[in-house]
Nanobody
């Protein structure tokens, strides 16, 4: 089992920044992928960014150049630095842990990000 706890969401004005954190605990073994997803009201959940245990990253086109995903490996923590935020970034942001080669996918409880003036 893996437990994920997100933090760092909140209300920010357009153009502002936020940093999300996702602390993972439990049975964490490489290789794995940790990801940020988001879900806006009335929309399906979508991938925002991901980072692998071997060091690669991936971003949705809508956030490239504005968001940066990173990991603190010793602390099993995933971060999402969000800059130049737009109202359309408003959503609940979820952390996901996917171990490779074994069954199981784990989700955090989500953290609300609201971009509004």
């Amino acid at each position: 089992q893996v437990q994920l706890v997100e933090s760092g969401g909140g209300l920010v004005q357009p153009g502002g920044s936020l940093r999300l954190s996702c602390a993972a605990s439990g049975r964490i073994f490489s290789p794995y992928v940790m990801s940020w997803y988001r879900q806006a009201p009335g929309k399906t959940r979508e991938l925002v960014a991901s980072a692998t245990s071997w060091g690669t990253t991936n971003y949705a086109d809508s956030v490239k150049g504005r968001f940066t995903v990173s990991r603190d490996s010793p602390k099993n923590t995933l971060f999402l630095q969000m800059n130049s935020l737009k109202p359309e970034d408003t959503a609940v942001y979820y952390c996901k842990f996917t171990p490779l080669g074994v069954s199981g996918v784990y989700w955090g409880q989500g953290t609300q990000v609201t971009v509004s003036s």
